[in-house]
């Protein structure tokens, strides 16, 4: 199961496993892999928090490649046209962040075609992220 479960969490999150036994699992139960990884649209709360974490690891790495910072980036006019669903903008925006490298949007982009990304603020704040997660967590405790 740990290898099922990396596999779905690569999935949701754009990445590659780094070990070659689950790289290989993940290659050989791909459809799987997928229905479970779309699966997790139906779960709402679970895709707000998912959806936040998308969005920090995405601006991490757009950081990291050299992307400016300020209250008026690319990147959040990625984010705000994503969540209006304007896609002229998302789709010029994301050309110049892509020139930063190719991997910095790929949670989100991969979020966005399993149906799991849900709609982030004009200003999205981690503070509220942190808040729907321990929500999250205290919702599933028994």
Do not use: Q
């Not at 139906?42 to 992307?67: F, H, M, Q």
């Amino acid at each position: 199961m740990p290898a099922l479960a990396a596999g779905v969490a690569n999935r949701i999150f754009g990445d590659e496993a780094s070990e070659e036994s689950y790289r290989s699992f993940a290659g050989e139960n791909k459809e799987l892999v997928e229905i479970l990884a779309r699966r997790l649209g139906n779960e709402e709360d679970l895709c707000r928090v998912l959806s936040g974490a998308a969005y920090n690891a995405c601006y991490a790495r757009y950081l990291d490649a050299g992307g400016k910072r300020g209250l008026i980036t690319p990147y959040l006019g990625y984010i705000r046209a994503m969540s209006r669903h304007d896609w002229s903008s998302t789709a010029s925006i994301f050309l110049k962040i892509e020139k930063l490298g190719k991997n910095i949007l790929a949670p989100i982009d991969s979020m966005f075609h399993l149906g799991i990304f849900r709609p982030l603020p004009n200003n999205p704040n981690e503070r509220n992220f942190y808040e729907a997660v321990r929500r999250l967590y205290d919702a599933t405790r028994v």
